[in-house]
């Protein structure tokens, strides 16, 4: 993802120490492209290669849960409504090639998709597409899968780490 001008400026003064950010990403259900079956969107990022749930950073002055539909619209073009915070967590720290450390603290936000056709729509992504819930990518990573399980265990209250 590109790095937000706020960051950029940051790491000017401060160098590649640990930042602490807020993240989220969006666990996008849709239940009517084949009957009895629920689909996710992922999107394959152009950084890694690999499958992911559509995700980026808050910026300043911006609400969590409008983030994660900015992301998701910029990402994807699909729009989607929020119903629900799934998890809250701290993620282990990402070093990026350039030596910058970022600590984020992770929101996961169920949604629900609205409308849309599902298209790459940044160059943060090469793919985006829909996936039966039961047939995921196999190179998802460990905290992908909890996200994504956190977001379709059925349940009102949020998950989070103490």
């Known amino acids: 993802m590109p790095t937000p001008d706020y960051i950029a400026a940051i790491r000017r003064g401060y160098g590649t120490g640990r930042l602490l950010l807020p993240g989220v990403s969006a666990v996008v259900v849709r239940t009517d492209l084949e009957p009895g079956r629920v689909h ?53 720290d990402v070093v990026y090639p350039n030596g910058d450390t970022c600590q984020f603290v992770s929101m996961c936000f169920r949604c629900r998709y609205v409308a849309g056709e599902a298209q790459v729509g940044d160059e943060e992504s090469t793919e985006v597409a829909w996936f039966p819930a039961d047939e995921l990518p196999g190179e998802l990573s460990d ?20």
Do not use: M, N, Y
């Open 40 to 92: 996710l969107l992922l999107t394959k990022r152009s950084d890694t290669g690999r499958w992911s749930l559509p995700a980026g950073i808050v910026e300043p002055f911006e609400q969590p849960a409008a983030a994660a539909l900015r992301e998701l619209l910029e990402e994807t073009r699909i729009t989607a409504r929020v119903e629900r915070l799934a998890l809250l967590t701290t993620d282990p």
């Open 143 to 162: 905290i992908q899968r909890r996200r994504i399980r956190c977001a379709l265990e059925h349940r009102d209250d949020c998950v989070f780490d103490v």
